[in-house]
C-alpha cells in the first residue's frame, strides 16, 4: 500500500486592475513573454521555443532563483492568458484578461494564485497578498509609457 504526504500549502489569491490607453487589440501582446521586455526592463526570459503560442515554456531568473513558466493558455482572439510558473518553493498560477474600455483604452486584470511547496515559504506567499496589489500603480504606468512611445 502507498502512502501520500499531504502539505498544508498556503495559497492565496491577488488581483490588480490596470487602465491602460490603448485598446486589447493594441496592448495584449505586452503581457506576452516577449513583448513585455517594452515595459519591464529587468525581464529577460529564455525561451524554450519558436513563437509565442500556447505551450512555450521559458525560463527566468531572479534573486529569487530560476523559475520554470508555461503559457498554459494563449487566447489572443479573446485577450486572454494564463501563465503557470513554478520556482524552488512557490506555484504560481497567473492569468490576465482585458476588455475594451471605450474605443481607445482597455482594462486589463491580473490575478495571481500562488501557493506554497512547503512551509519555509508559506510566510512569502502571505506578504505576497498583500503586497502585489501596491504594485498596480507601477505596472499601469510602465505599460501605458510603452503604449504610448509605440504610438
Do not use: C
Amino acid at each position: 500500500m502507498t502512502t501520500a504526504a499531504f502539505l498544508l500549502a498556503v495559497t492565496v489569491q491577488a488581483s490588480i486592475v490596470l487602465h491602460l490607453v490603448a485598446p486589447p487589440a493594441a496592448a495584449f501582446s505586452l503581457f506576452d513573454p516577449v513583448n513585455e521586455t517594452r515595459w519591464d526592463p529587468q525581464w529577460k526570459p529564455v525561451l524554450l521555443g519558436s513563437s509565442v503560442q500556447q505551450g512555450l515554456v521559458f525560463l527566468t531568473a531572479d534573486e529569487r532563483g530560476r523559475a520554470v513558466w508555461l503559457l498554459d493558455r494563449y487566447e489572443p482572439q479573446v485577450y486572454s492568458l494564463r501563465y503557470v510558473v513554478t520556482g524552488e518553493y512557490i506555484l504560481d498560477q497567473i492569468d490576465i484578461s482585458l476588455r475594451a474600455d471605450g474605443a481607445d483604452a482597455s482594462v486589463a486584470t491580473v490575478t495571481y494564485t500562488r501557493t506554497s511547496l512547503e512551509s519555509s515559504a508559506d510566510e512569502r506567499v502571505r506578504h505576497f497578498a498583500q503586497h502585489f496589489p501596491l504594485q498596480a500603480p507601477h505596472w499601469e504606468a510602465a505599460i501605458n509609457g510603452a503604449l504610448t512611445r509605440g504610438r
